[in-house]
T-cell receptor
Framework: GQSLEQPSEVTAVEGAIVQINCTYQ??????LSWYQQHDGGAPTFLSY????GLEETGRFSSFLSRSDSYGYLLLQELQMKDSASYFC??????????FGQGTELSVKP | DAGITQSPRHKVTETGTPVTLRCHQT?????MYWYRQDPGHGLRLIHY???????DKGEVSDGYSVSRSKTEDFLLTLESATSSQTSVYFC????????????FGPGTRLTVL
């Protein structure tokens, strides 16, 4: 079967670091993607991990452990504009992504 | 931004009427997807296409059909709309499948009364 777990809500203050965890179970797993969605907007791609380890893109980093079916998104130097929903999306070789309910991040001043 | 548009952007219709949503891309990407997004359910895949006239079902395909006669257009049809199909519909495109990077359109908000 397929399952996906990530926290529903996270709150942090400006300038802080926050980590959003994701555990998944899916057949034919190929890689883990992360998407950001602002309220009323469309999801936008943030990062992708096919191999174990850390991928860094500016203030955002994403980690994957295939053996643990676990990944996380790390956001550093939080800014107010980072307030959004974040989705982890495991994918398979057929290109299909599984989106969970997402994590709503609120950044406070 | 990837060249992907959706039409209409908003639609209100009545139960039992047919509805067609259009997704148009100018990127010549092979793969196209239709998702619906509802509170408490995140994004769920309805149908997808891996080429002209090649389509397959996603996890919530009941009540929906799709067609792709040209690379650039992917149509989603609700043959007889129901209130449970009130949702925000997103189209997405991707060039390939290996990196799973999908580019999303702006969405269509559909209300079925």
């Amino acid at each position: 079967g397929q399952s996906l777990e990530q926290p529903s809500e996270v709150t942090a203050v400006e300038g802080a670091i926050v980590q959003i965890n994701c555990t998944y179970q899916t057949s034919g797993f190929y890689g883990l993607s992360w998407y950001q969605q602002h309220d009323g907007g469309a999801p936008t791609f943030l990062s992708y991990n096919a191999l174990d380890g850390l991928e860094e893109t500016g203030r955002f980093s994403s980690f994957l452990s295939r053996s643990d079916s676990y990944g996380y998104l790390l956001l550093q130097e939080l800014q107010m504009k980072d307030s959004a929903s974040y989705f982890c999306a495991p994918g398979n070789q057929g290109g299909k992504l599984i989106f969970g309910q997402g994590t709503e991040l609120s950044v406070k001043p | 931004d990837a060249g992907i548009t959706q039409s209409p952007r908003h639609k209100v219709t009545e139960t039992g009427t047919p509805v067609t949503l259009r997704c148009h891309q100018t990127e010549n990407h092979r793969y196209m997807y239709w998702y619906r997004q509802d509170p408490g359910h995140g994004l769920r895949l309805i149908h997808y296409s891996y080429g002209v006239k090649d389509t397959d079902k996603g996890e919530v395909s009941d009540g929906y059909s799709v067609s792709r006669s040209k690379t650039e257009d992917f149509l989603l049809t609700l043959e007889s709309a129901t209130s449970s199909q009130t949702s925000v519909y997103f189209c997405a495109i991707s060039e390939g499948t290996l990196h799973n990077e999908q580019f999303f359109g702006p969405g269509t908000r559909l209300t079925v009364l």
